[in-house]
Structures are given as C-alpha cells and as structure tokens.
C-alpha cells in the first residue's frame, strides 16, 4: 500500500517568511504521528498543505496517492486550529451538518462520545467556553471514519481530564488502517500513545524516528529531547 | 493492577515487564485468555501498535501463544511462568544488590540487615 503522506521538496513560503522549506518525507498507514516544533516552525502550514487548504510553491505532496482536492478530502478528517462552525448552531445541529456532508460520518459515534464527556445536544456554539467548543469540534473530526486525521493542536485548550479522554479516544477510535497525524507541543501528555514523532524547526524536519527508537538510543523521553533540541 | 510508566525507558519494554508481572502474579492465569491488543493498549494508555510489539515479544518468549481465531491466551505450562518469574526475582534482587553496594555495605552486612529488618518488622 502506497504511504498516506508522501512529499518531496515541499516548500511553501509567505510574504518574508519561509513557513515550509523543503520537506520529504512519508507517513505510512495505521501509525499515530507526532509533529512536534516550536511556535511557527511551519507545523499548521505543513497540515494546511495536506489538507488541500494551502498549495505548495514548489515540490510534490501525495494524500493516499493523490493531490489534495476533493478527492482527498473526502477521506481526511481535519481539525483546524481555530473554529469555523457557525456559531449559532447547537450540537445537535452541527452533528446533522456533518453527517451531510461527510459519507465516513458516524452520528452514533458522536453521540456516544458527547454523552461521555457530559454534553448537551442541545447547547448552542456561541453560549460554550473555549475549551467545550474545542471538544465538540474534536468529537464532530473523530467520528469520521477517515484514513488520515489531521489534528492540529487538538489538546492546547482542554483540561487535564478531557486531555485524557480525548488521547483515549484517537488511541480506540483511530481506524486500523487510519493514521493520526497530531500537530503539539504538549509534548509529555501525548508521546505514550505515538508510534512516530517528526521534529520540525524552520519549516524543515530536524528528527524523524519511533518514539521507542527515540527512547532506546538517547535514554531519554521525547519531551526531554525536545526541550534539548529546541533549547532557546 | 494500574499500569505505570516510565518516560525514559522505551515503552515497549516496560509493557513487556509488567504483561510478565501480571502472568506471574496471576492476574492473568495459565491458560487463560488474554484481552485484546486494543483493549490492552486502551488500559494502558498507550498505542496499539506499542502493545502489538510487546505481545509479539512475550510470544517469542513462549509466555503467550495465539490462537488462530480466538486470540491470545496465557501458556499452560506452570514451568515456562515459573522461570520467569526466578529470572524477575533474580533481576530485583541484582538491582538491590548494586543499590546497596553503592551506598557502601558489602553482601555480608546486606544479609545480616536483611534479616535484622525484617524481624523488627514482625
């Protein structure tokens, strides 16, 4: 099977700002991936390009053998980092929404899940706190049942206990064959649950190998490597 | 049991330890069947793939055999748990062994501690 992720010479720049400056790499299937780098280091870029949002100055990015279009999109469950919902809608509503527009949408999924961490259908976007509207978009991308999830700071604005349920659900939920790819720098809170972590600075891949491999070679965890390597 | 671990050592080693511990404690009996790899990882808070490679590890060791269809069960042979559970006992008791020569007592005065500590424990 072809890798979900493939790219080469990926570059992507802004107006005086390199955000991505030649990244190759390949992200097989059924792994839980962490892209770890400092602020602005080109993490949101990197997921913005796979998901179709940003287009490539130059290089090549493959999305399961793809260019990313409507294709792609139709089997990426993206989570932004920042909310586009509309605000006016309740949960209830937004489920409907999804369920329309996504074929892989599981509403059972979603209604288990928000019955799990003690929301109410009924509760409008607008009236949530921060941190309840991040995990209604979170429950609303892991209903998907896609092959590659793209989370982008998925776990900055909840709490230590939603933290948990939410790395419980990627690690219960996540299709055998579907690959999690979660952008973060709450390094220590997630490096149990990833196979792999992609260290990223500049807009270029300083590290790239198994958090076991990591761990193995350097004695040491991944947390502890980062603030090494990114020491400021 | 709950799971801990450690952030330093690589994680599939440490599952490895403690799916041992829970055999030769007998959370996990001979003979019987094992949960899932998934609900495992679930448990433990780690990924599947981390508890794939450390059941495949305790299989190599012939702790654990799969069943074709009906998954994973714990060997019947009390031997085989038996074994490793001296090798674990030995391991504690080498690592115990160091720690104190490090802080100065020879195997002569460890010994007599020993049993002069667990005597004022009774």
């Known amino acids: 099977m072809t890798p979900i992720i493939e790219c080469c010479d990926l570059v992507k720049t802004f107006p005086g700002c390199r955000a991505v400056g030649g990244i190759s790499l390949q992200v097989p299937r059924g792994r839980i991936v962490g892209l770890l780098g400092p602020n602005g280091s080109g993490k949101s870029t990197f997921l913005k390009l796979c998901n179709g949002l940003l287009t490539p100055d130059s290089g090549q990015l493959l999305v399961n053998g793809r260019t990313p279009g409507v294709e792609t999109k139709k089997v990426v469950s993206y989570l932004p980092d920042r909310t586009y919902l509309n605000n006016w809608m309740n949960v209830a509503q937004l489920i409907r929404f999804f369920q329309d527009f996504y074929a892989d949408f599981d509403t059972a999924r979603a209604y288990d899940m928000l019955h799990r961490l003690n929301l109410d259908p009924m509760q409008k976007l607008k009236t949530m706190s921060k941190g309840t509207k991040e995990k209604v978009q979170l429950i609303l991308v892991m209903s998907r049942r896609a092959q590659l999830y793209l989370l982008d700071e998925p776990i900055g604005g909840v709490d230590p206990a939603a933290r948990d349920f939410i790395l419980h659900t990627i690690i219960t939920n996540y299709n055998q064959e579907g690959t999690v790819l979660i952008s973060t720098h709450l390094i220590a809170d997630v490096e149990n649950v990833l196979d792999d972590v992609i260290f990223i600075n500049g807009g270029t891949i300083v590290l790239s190998d198994s958090v076991d491999n990591i761990r193995d070679k350097q004695g040491k965890s991944v947390d502890t490597l980062f603030r090494e390597v990114f020491r400021c | ?122």
């Open chain 2, 1 to 122: 049991m709950a799971w801990s671990l450690q952030s330093d050592r690589p994680l599939y080693a440490q599952l490895v330890g403690q799916l041992q511990r829970m055999i030769v404690t007998g959370v996990y009996p001979a003979g019987s069947r094992l949960p899932s790899v998934r609900e495992l990882a679930a448990e433990a808070a780690v990924n599947p793939n981390t508890m794939q490679r450390a059941l495949v590890k305790l299989e190599e060791d012939g702790l654990i055999f799969t069943q074709r269809t009906s998954g994973r069960y714990v060997t019947e042979e009390q031997e085989k748990i038996m074994e490793t559970k001296k090798e674990m006992a030995e391991q504690l008791i080498f690592q115990f062994m160091e720690d104190m020569s490090y802080l100065g007592y020879t195997k002569e005065q460890t010994m007599t501690m020993i049993n002069r500590t667990e005597e004022k424990s009774k």
